[in-house]
């Protein structure tokens, strides 16, 4: 007798039209520029599921045009790929590539609560991963990303980084109810023109299953960073240790969804030669009003530190806050309409200064699966 065989093939062409007034575009405690910002986004993802594989494929670009300020018009680009493939129920192979050309100065605040001036980027990303169930209590993931960051401004510093994390996990549920273990391996090299910065970290924790809707992961460990930064025959050298931690509590309802995340570590100050000590939390929540209407909040706060020689180039201080409410009406499921409004603020402690920002946006979102 013949095996089942389920599977999915779409391709989704879809089209994004966005406005937004931005009351500080160059995110500047001093002589803040406001504009207006129209966004067009036309795209096309491809997805392809079978029992074994699963293939994503998407490219967009943004084309943006700004009133006043037309010296920043741009049109942002995404290119990306990722695959999942089980030979074997036991084995999953995992890879991706990507490529994506930004120019807004607050692509990353939302993600490392850093913001740059002005500039376009150019980000590739790699990625591999192999993941193996040992048994029905015990399984292992081993994942390995390279990404490179080349600026056109001469004042920004390119990076090559490489990411590698090995983890296990077992069901303790024998002796702790709903309770899984974790232990989680990871080193970072982060490769500058003038020097690296190695930085690796070791943490055991938990996964709990508190109930059918609650979930709380914790896990805490020690880390090591080395670098050796500076003008070549000149370098420095500069080791230490620190703690690592992460953990989250999640909650899954039938209407509202929400999670509330923490993290600290030695993260990348994009942009800048070295890294920064950050410590960062985050909270998502979404709830669904109505089957057209749903609604969510979004915030976070950032503390980055950096020494001057010391992991790093530059001194910073930086603490960094933002508010994102939206509402969405989903007219079809192949057209709906958001709004959201964003309030930022980063306290810079070395210059005793302060910056905010208010964003609005409403968006125009279309798309219709094609071959579904």
Partial sequence: MSEAMGAEFKLIPSLGLQEEYNDNIFYTDKNRVDDFITTVTPGLELVNRTEKADVNLLARVGVLRYVDTTELDHTDQKYQGKLRYS?????????????????????????TGLVNRATIRRRQNYSAGLDHIFSEKTKAGLTYAYSRDDYSGSDFADLKAHDATLSFIHDLSRYLPNIAGRMNFGYSRYEYEIGTVDYSYAAIGMNWALNEKWNLLLDGGGSYILSELGPAGNKEKDRGTGWFGMGSLSYKGEKTTGDLTFSHRIAPAYGTVGVANRTSLSVGMNRRFTYEFSGGLSAGYFINKAEAGKFSTVAFDEETFYINPRVRYQFTKDIALEGSYNFSFTNYKESNTETRRSLAMIRLHLQHALFE
Avoid at 88 to 109: C, I, K, M, N, Q
Wanted: overall charge negative.
């Fill in 87 to 111: 030979p074997v129920p036991t084995w999953t192979l995992s890879g991706g590539a990507g490529y994506v050309e930004d120019s807004r100065p607050d692509r990353d605040l939302e993600v």
